[in-house]
């Protein structure tokens, strides 16, 4: 253990946002006397408020469900929905069109849209003068530190069979984690090309340098099923993938 995390002061929160316990970490000599760090963490919950506000499936007043609708054509499209559209464009080729958000019923962003927008929350606390930072947003993770000298953050991986089960700790200094698998929510993942929900794994965790593609590329990986280690090095060799079968 050493002397930074002996010596360096922490503080946490925790926010219900999108359907899920959002939590905000933060370690370094000034996050409890720093005035500007309640302020920052209250703009990271608030951003999120937007994102769900805007993108949300559930609400019927979302930009996400007007277009669904009908209601809402692109010229009236808020600058996020733009940005959030190509990024999966960018999504389905690069994997294959194992990550769609047209399936299966209408333009469906939401297997985008929280990593995205995790990491675009994140990006403040990284602004933090001395701190190291994690945002967890229902087990999809950003995390930052601010020097040499800080100690790797330590990611607990959850047994999708036993989920009272650690199964793996992955170490990460700066960028993303992500799961995509049956046992939160279910078998709620479609195979774009099949249209079947696919059952050969149980989970997929990938770890790389952004939340918003690892968070894809466990997505579609899951779909993929098969060797998703080979599959994910294929095509981007800096993440890695830790793949849980039956």
Request: hydrophobic content about 40%.
């Amino acid at each position: 253990m050493t002397g930074f995390e002996v010596t360096a002061e922490r503080r946490s929160w925790v926010q219900q946002i999108m359907g899920m316990p959002i939590s905000v970490h933060l370690r370094g000599a000034g996050v409890r006397s720093d005035p500007s760090v309640p302020q920052v963490v209250a703009e990271v919950f608030e951003q999120l408020r937007a994102v769900d506000r805007l993108f949300s499936t559930y609400r019927p007043d979302s930009q996400v469900s007007r277009i669904r609708r009908g209601e809402l054509t692109p010229n009236h499209w808020h600058p996020w929905v733009h940005e959030v559209f190509g990024l999966c464009e960018q999504a389905r080729r690069r994997t294959d069109g194992y990550f769609d958000a047209w399936l299966p019923a209408g333009f469906d962003p939401s297997g985008l849209v929280k990593g995205w927008a995790v990491e675009r929350a994140a990006a403040l606390l990284a602004e933090l003068d001395g701190c190291d930072s994690c945002l967890n947003a229902g087990g999809d993770i950003v995390t930052s530190v601010c020097s040499l000298n800080s100690p790797a953050w330590r990611v607990g991986i959850e047994d999708p069979g036993d989920r009272t089960r650690i199964l793996a700790v992955q170490e990460i200094r700066t960028g993303g984690v992500a799961t995509s698998g049956s046992a939160a929510r279910g078998a709620h993942i479609i195979d774009p090309h099949t249209g079947d929900r696919p059952h050969e794994l149980l989970a997929v965790t990938v770890t790389g340098p952004t939340l918003l593609w690892a968070d894809i590329y466990a997505t579609a990986g899951f779909a993929h099923g098969g060797d998703v280690v080979s599959w994910l090095r294929a095509r981007a060799p800096e993440y890695r993938a830790l793949v849980v079968g039956p």
